[in-house]
């Protein structure tokens, strides 16, 4: 396989063999669901050379098990 049939354009760059990494931020669930975080991450992510950023969106009521809150786990020193 040729190195050219590796490379990827992905906006205005070249993702690729003897191209300059291609950086993804990950601001996952951070945000918090506010829109304004978001667009307050993404900036903060470009600032610090990201190239793209990737997000998280999760739905606690189907995320987190109805028993949250009681652990089988016990901490250290607890026992």
Do not use: W
């Not at 999760?58 to 028993?67: K, V």
Request: glycine residues 12%; aromatic residues 4%; hydrophobic residues 30%.
């Amino acid at each position: 396989m040729s190195s050219n049939s590796r490379l990827r354009t992905l906006g205005d760059k070249i993702a690729g063999p003897g191209h300059p990494v291609y950086v993804t931020g990950e601001i996952g669930i951070n945000h918090n669901g506010d829109l304004e975080n978001a667009f307050k991450l993404i900036d903060v992510a470009a600032e610090a050379g990201c190239d793209a950023v990737k997000f998280q969106k999760r739905t606690p009521e189907i995320c987190t098990p109805a028993t949250s809150g009681t652990s089988s786990v016990t901490p250290p020193g607890a026992g």
